[in-house]
């Protein structure tokens, strides 16, 4: 593995990046002022070299995949985004509500994760929500439920009069595994307020997620990139995850969600060029040294681009998938689902091995 640093101090263009190679070599952590050099710097292939070293050091040459599918119940939201192409009005044409019937029509036995999350509905009381985690673990039991993201833990909160330990624990007990990622955006308040004013501020997003890791519930976290904010705001973002991680240790992936404009109130944002993109993963992999786990979300970076991602830190890949919705009505190109096959090829081709995984990162198989 330290063959993957050998040419580093002859190929690298960034001399500031040397004292940030030393402490990776020595397993120190990094501060605020690294992820700045990391951010600011144009040198990406030393940037994706110390990453890929760091990914090298947790998990070799495996990505871990997981074969998934994602349920939306419904898109009726009480609350509008600027950010976001999925929440509808009640009662506007485009808006739709899945009976119980219709999301076990969409479960098999072959499935590992069911990832279900929705809009904030007005009239759905929290019962309903609980029906739909027990109905699905009834129907698949073999399948763990990533169900609800912290903004519609706090939706239930408010809807039911429970405190988020209450709501936390009577989803645990009708049958939700962990929390998946969604609705941390951005935490910066000041960026947070452009881009989704009426949702659950960052504090009351970190703090649902302590709660349930005190409960014994693991969860994912996610950022939001590729609008208005600035690097500092991606700095302050990851900062407070690895603090909140130092504390409870119940995160198990990061995901970076690049964020698709079209349909939204945000639609004339500058493209940022891929190199973000790149220097996004690799910061997350080199910075939360305490995450097991950067996810690429080949639905916002399209195939080709999470591939890439795998040479800068990232070692999951998500899954099938199957069906995507939220990011695909905001114009993801992204195809909406991917079979077992396509990833187990995906990861070989990108030279690294495939491990198929359940949502908590036990290891079903590995395509050596
Ligand atoms: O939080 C909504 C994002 C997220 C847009 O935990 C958008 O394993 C881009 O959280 N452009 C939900 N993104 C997705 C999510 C997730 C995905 C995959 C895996 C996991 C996990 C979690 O969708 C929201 C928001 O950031 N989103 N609109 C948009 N226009």
């Known amino acids: 593995m330290e063959k993957l640093l050998n040419n580093f101090d002859s190929l690298c263009l960034d001399q500031n990046l040397m004292s940030i190679k030393e402490k990776i070599l020595t397993n120190q952590r990094l501060d605020l002022d690294d992820a700045e050099v990391i951010m600011t710097s144009n040198d990406i292939n030393s940037v994706g070299m110390l990453a890929q070293y760091k990914k090298f050091s947790k998990d070799g040459a495996k990505i871990y995949f997981v074969v998934n599918r994602h349920i939306n119940p419904s898109n009726v939201c009480a609350i509008s985004c600027k950010f976001c192409a999925f929440g509808k009005k009640k009662g506007s044409s485009d808006s739709y509500e899945m009976t119980i019937d219709e999301i076990l029509s969409l479960l098999n036995d072959d499935l590992k994760e069911v990832h279900i999350v929705g809009g904030l509905h007005p009239d759905w009381k929290f019962e309903k929500y609980l029906e739909i985690v027990k109905e699905v673990k009834n129907a698949v039991p ?63 997003w970190l703090k649902i997620h302590e709660v349930a890791h005190k409960l014994g519930l693991p969860s994912n976290a996610t950022i939001l990139y590729g609008h208005l904010e600035s690097i500092y705001d991606v700095i302050d973002h990851l900062s407070q995850l690895r603090n909140l991680q130092d504390k409870t240790s119940g995160f198990l992936a990061f995901i970076p969600v690049l964020f698709q404009p079209y349909n939204t109130r945000l639609k004339d944002t500058k493209p940022f060029p891929f190199s973000y993109d790149l220097k996004v993963h690799a910061l997350a992999r080199l910075f939360l040294d305490n995450f097991p786990h950067i996810k690429a979300y080949w639905i916002t970076l399209g195939e080709k681009a999470a591939q890439i991602t795998f040479h800068y830190g990232v070692s999951d890949a998500d899954g099938t998938i199957i069906s995507e919705k939220i990011i695909h009505d905001a114009g993801a190109k992204s195809e909406v689902g991917h079979t077992r096959d396509f990833f187990v090829k995906m990861i070989k081709d990108a030279g690294y091995i495939p491990v198929e995984r359940d949502a908590l990162y036990n290891e079903l198989k590995i395509y050596a």
């Open 142 to 204: 073999e399948a763990h439920i990533k169900a609800f993201t912290a903004v519609e833990i706090d939706w239930f909160s408010q809807i039911s009069g429970f405190s988020f330990e209450k709501v936390i624990s009577k989803l645990m007990k009708a049958g939700v595994d962990a929390l998946p990622g969604g609705g941390a955006e951005i935490f910066a308040p000041e960026t947070r307020k452009k881009i989704c004013s009426p949702k659950t501020t960052g504090e009351s």
